[in-house]
């Protein structure tokens, strides 16, 4: 191949609600139309991140209780992974990923979840409830669908310069209340969606790709690839 990205699947053995590992899967498939291959390193428990070791990261969804373990061991790399995405590193990050990524999720039982910090929004849970369903929703700025199934008790509130993954059609999203779903900022791509979100969302997974290659190879000629990022009709 001629191309290589190097991804860090951040706590990948804890963190992985219904089947999130399979967004690596997609990657590495449309990757190898892209003449790239994909070398996987999982990041877990008392293991570094390092920000020049990687070019592209991976951050599933998960149960407050991982959710709590990750919250605390992720703080060692906390400089490390907002050096990573102020220097444009892409970033996939789901539901508790996404989470812990901004400032703080207060969990179901009321306890307060610590982020790194990285990104502007925060997280509060509601009160015997959860949105659970298939969600669709609209991306203006790439004319876009994205369809998925959302399970989360977190609502989430944007902050500075993020902007959300895209607006609700149908389903719950960020918090149920403003129409947002996920967010974008910088390179990072967050949602709520599982199943695994690129799976449904191929458009994504090569957004996401064609990112990381030209932030690794700048005076590369990505045409060819670029060219696979069909249009959608709707
Ligand atoms: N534990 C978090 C919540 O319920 C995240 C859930 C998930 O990743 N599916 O909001």
């Known amino acids: 191949m001629k191309y290589q990205l190097k991804l860090a699947h951040l706590y990948g053995d804890l963190l992985n609600t219904y089947g999130d590992i399979g967004n690596i899967l997609v990657l590495q498939y449309y990757a ?3 003449d790239t291959d994909i070398d996987v390193k999982v990041v877990s428990l008392e293991q570094d991140f390092k920000k020049d070791a990687f070019d592209l990261a991976f951050f599933g969804g998960g149960q407050d209780f991982e959710q709590a373990i990750v919250s605390k061991d992720i703080q060692r790399m906390k400089n490390e992974l907002t050096a990573f995405i102020e220097d444009d590193g892409p970033i996939l990050a789901i539901c ?4 812990l990524l ?4 207060i969990g179901a039982h009321g306890e307060k ?3 790194i910090h990285a990104l502007d929004h925060y997280t509060k849970s509601q009160d ?3 949105f659970i369903g298939d969600i669709t929703i609209k991306n203006e700025e790439f ?5 998925g199934f959302e399970n989360h008790n977190g609502m989430t509130f944007l902050g500075k310069g993020e902007r959300p ?7 719950h999203g960020n918090n149920g209340q403003d129409q947002t779903e996920g967010a974008i900022y910088k390179n990072v791509w967050c949602s709520y969606f599982h199943g695994p979100i690129l799976a449904r969302n191929g458009l994504l997974a090569k957004r996401i790709l064609l990112a990381a290659l030209k932030r ?5 000629d990505f045409s060819k690839q670029e060219a696979l990022i069909i249009k959608p009709t709707y």
Do not use: D, F
């Open 32 to 34: 190898k139309q892209m």
């Open 96 to 99: 508790g990923g996404y989470q």
């Open 102 to 105: 901004g400032h703080y999720y």
């Open 113 to 115: 979840i610590e982020g």
């Open 128 to 130: 015997h409830n959860r």
């Open 143 to 147: 004319n876009e669908t994205y369809h």
């Open 165 to 171: 993954l895209g607006t609700v059609i149908s389903g």
């Open 216 to 220: 690794k190879y700048p005076q590369a």
